[in-house]
């Protein structure tokens, strides 16, 4: 089963999840459930950050979550350069259409939870804010703020106090990935790499949303276990009766260095990853340039007669 997030923030929006896809007959692969898109506007040059963006992750069975992000697509783009009310609107009408239509209504299954899907949808349309969508199959309900879940809904208390935190969207990245590992640890049905989406909200820092799987996360899940482990001996030291005060401070102490050395892995990780993503930015910028000078330094030659 898919685990999916979507973390609605002050400054942007987050959408997160796993890639782990069960079959019936429990095997299973692993696929990106994140679709994006983006529509520009007709004639007319436009940076990238001035693009409406969209990104959908869906939980149900596969074909028909394909065939509602494909119509749901759609609407995306017929409504991309309008009010986000516009778009609000287009998808609460167009989900009870489609249970009603032939495509469901004709769908093979033994049973009618089999035809339950559930997705979020993330909306920017151009010049405005990015807006979070829940969709409970023709139930489609806008998340003004917090922490929305599809899937594996048993996430929802760690989604709760994540989402108490009023974190920013940069935070939210990292919430979203210990929110999915935490999934992973506790079901089987949800693994493979965690996929994060980010896209920001109109303003002066605005940066091109781009979708991204987060690098390293073996080993930033790695230090969460070693954090966890922490949670638990910390627990036990403010609880217990019998540890005295002069062994609660050196253990103290203990944690304190060790969450240092927890934090410079975690800054050193992002340090590689920063300057991975600037040196594969530098790459394919020298491979544009030199494109464009060798198409340049190629004169219209005349054929030979």
């Not at 749901?72 to 009870?96: G, N, W, Y």
Request: charged share 25%; net charge negative; glycine share 6%.
């Amino acid at each position: 089963m898919t685990i999916g997030a979507g973390f609605v923030c002050p400054d942007g929006v987050v959408l997160a999840a796993d890639t782990k896809e069960s079959f019936q007959d429990d095997s299973h692969t692993y696929v990106n459930k994140i679709v994006v898109d983006r529509h520009f506007l007709s004639n007319k040059l436009r940076p990238k950050t001035e693009a409406a963006y969209f990104a959908i992750a869906g939980s149900g069975s596969g074909p028909l979550v394909n065939h509602v992000i494909n119509r749901i697509k759609l609407i995306f783009h017929e409504c991309a350069t309008q009010d986000i009310s516009v778009f609000r609107d287009a998808l609460v009408e167009l989900m009870p259409q489609l249970y009603e239509s032939p495509a469901f209504r004709n769908y093979p299954c033994s049973d009618m939870v089999e035809l339950m899907t559930q997705f979020i949808v993330v909306m920017r349309p151009d010049s405005s804010k990015a807006s979070v969508f829940e969709i409970n199959s023709s139930v489609v309900e806008e998340i003004p703020h917090g922490v929305t879940i599809i899937g594996h809904g048993t996430m929802r208390e760690t989604a709760d106090e994540l989402q108490a935190m009023n974190l920013g969207m940069w935070d939210s990245t990292v919430a979203a990935l210990y929110l999915i590992s935490e999934a992973k640890r506790h079901y089987s049905s949800v693994g493979g790499v965690t996929h994060i989406y980010s896209i920001p909200h109109y303003g002066p820092h605005m940066i091109p949303p781009e979708g991204e799987q987060i690098f390293d996360q073996g080993a930033k899940e790695v230090l969460f276990g070693r954090l966890r482990k922490w949670h638990h001996e910390l627990v036990m030291l403010a609880a217990s009766i019998v540890i005295t005060d002069e062994v609660y401070k050196s253990q103290m102490a203990v944690f304190q260095e060790d969450h240092q050395r927890i934090r410079d892995d975690f800054m050193a990780i992002e340090k590689r990853d920063r300057e991975r993503i600037q040196r594969e930015q530098s790459y394919r910028a020298r491979k544009f340039v030199e494109a464009l000078n060798e198409q340049q330094d190629t004169p219209n030659k005349t054929p030979d007669v």
